[in-house]
């Protein structure tokens, strides 16, 4: 990710905030010279990580405003997916050979310079040239670019800016963000990065207030900033979300903000992207949706089937139901789905249920459960989740999960 030395040409501070002038482009030359930069790292697939490198500071040389394009370089390079070269593995051991021939012969002489090559060559099986290659193929900047990022200028421009963004919450003390959905995939990112952080309930969404690298208390603060700013992406592809930071600058702390905003027809946000489809951890969960479009859909009846659902406090965790069905009257009912499922997921699933004390959600469970060889293990485990829910509660399904049994159980315990 990117720097502070990136960031500062694009700060600003002022009445104790902290504003990022997003790189702009209103004559249409940045992303002409950024399409410029894609095309040359994909001609420039199968060579050293140096050489890519220096190919892309050589082009940032020639714009005129080389300070605020610095970071371009970087971002695209991060992008890049590079693999060390064949061989690597034996660079150790042929410097190893190579030092000590070097060492036998000190001091050099003229004219000697591959003789050392050659004797260790001899040693390991290897001619000089591919012993001189081999010397240092371990380092960073041997790896080679297998594959260059599929992405043209405009979309590496809004890549830039979300780095900047985030090369931001390097120097935060703490940072809050809020969304109106889709929190089991920001959950997942704040989880994934190990970050200190409590949860409030804030009206029907919640609020995560995470601790920042610049936090008194914080060790490896670099390391820690870098995991911080992993979850921001996940954030952005939320609906409606919301961050602010209280990030120190010398010896003061000054808010930065940054959000989501309507765009007009056509728009781009100077950041992040529009909030990404709902996604299904299973077919029987795609199956679900798509009977109830089928069935329910287009106004034909006063449900609606949402994928994203705020997560429900169950304890010391939180419980993220798969879907939320809601009524026109505000009555809403929390689904449930349970299939092919180990006695320890059912268990620890049975758990959260009871922690959270839900009377309106419905399990819709998969019959194969209460049957087969693991029966003994999985049974118990499967009476301890209808328990904990109930068990007029459960819509049981053999194939797939129909939509009309779902909303006849939500009609019942849905609560406003």
Known sequence: ML??????????????????????????RVVEFLNRLCRLVRRLEGCPRTMVAEALRRQER??????????????????????????????AAVREAVFRARGKRWPPVPGDRLVPYEEAGAELGFDAR???????ADAPGARVLKRAPTLDGRALLARYNVELARAVLLDAERVRFTARGGWRRVFSAVKAARLMHTVTRAGRSYQVEVTGPAAAFIVRSNRYGVRLARVLPALMRTPGWRLEAYVRRGDAVLKFAVRSRPRAAGEKSPIGGEARRARYDSKWERSLADDFRKRFGA????????????????????????????????????VELVGFWTPEYLEAKARKVAAAQLDNLVLVVYRGLAVGGERAGRGVALDSLTAAAGMDRIVWFADKPRAAEVVKAAERWARG
Not at 130 to 136: A, G, H, K, Q, V
């Open 299 to 334: 106004a034909r009846s006063n449900w609606t089937l949402s994928r994203e659902t705020a997560p429900v406090d169950a304890g010391d965790e939180l419980f993220f139901p798969d879907f939320t069905l809601r009524h026109a009257d505000g009555r809403e009912a929390l």
């Open 62 to 91: 020639r714009v005129r405003d080389a300070s605020r394009l610095a970071g371009i370089a970087k971002a695209l390079l991060d992008l890049c997916d590079f693999v060390p070269p064949r061989g690597a593995g034996r660079a």
């Open 3 to 28: 720097n502070r030395s990136h960031l500062e040409p694009f700060v600003r501070e002022t009445d104790g905030t902290i504003r990022v002038e997003y790189l702009a482009d209103p004559e249409g």
């Open 130 to 136: 591919e012993m001189e290659r081999l010397l240092y």
